[in-house]
């Protein structure tokens, strides 16, 4: 039989737990924002971008698939990786129909001087309050995580990557695209 004071603790203890997970998913949601659902809607967005056309929206690239990816910061080791693959591949992207974009927290001026420093021919897109990266749960402090979606050509979000490895994410994320686009 359990005593009244460790009935008590049991109690408590559950409280502090519950508590604890509650301000950690507040947290998290301030933060990250949470993941938006596969097979619903994508988050619409407008962005500027690097490429001198001014902005881009979500809604300009229906009749496309769509592959945004959210990366922490120009220049850096990992996200040159990942966008040097992506633009290796971007033939095979135009081939199936699907718009590349990549997003970060950087400004359109240090997205031009990557996309030149790297060859890059997709577009850049500059989401320097994190507003967009919220939206779709890519935000931690002041840059975005390194996530990637795959949006079909009616503005449906199909596919979700999270904790991607830049070396061969494009490819995961080509052969996902190859199996959403027959089914």
């Not at 809604?59 to 922490?72: A, D, E, M, T």
């Not at 220049?75 to 135009?94: N, V």
Request: charged share 20%; aromatic share 10%.
């Amino acid at each position: 039989m359990i005593s009244r004071r460790n009935f008590f603790s049991i109690i408590f203890a559950s409280c502090v737990v519950l508590i604890s997970w509650l301000n950690f998913t507040a947290v998290a949601d301030a933060l990250g924002g949470t993941l938006p659902k596969i097979n619903q809607p994508a988050p619409e967005f407008t962005l500027p971008t690097n490429t001198g056309n001014g902005t881009i929206s979500l809604s300009q690239l229906r009749g496309k698939w769509v592959v945004l990816y959210f990366y922490p910061k120009d220049f850096t080791s990992g996200c040159t990786i990942e966008a040097r693959r992506f633009q290796q591949d971007l033939p095979k992207y135009i081939k199936k129909n699907a718009q590349i974009i990549g997003v970060s927290a950087d400004d359109v001026n240090s997205h031009a001087e990557f996309c030149d420093s790297e060859g890059l021919k997709f577009p850049l897109l500059a989401d320097t309050t994190g507003a967009v990266s919220k939206a779709y749960g890519s935000w931690i402090g002041y840059v975005s995580m390194r996530h990637s979606f795959i949006i079909d050509p009616e503005g449906i979000l199909r596919e979700t990557f999270v904790k991607v490895n830049p070396n061969i994410h494009s490819m995961e994320v080509l052969a996902r695209l190859e199996e959403l686009q027959h089914i």
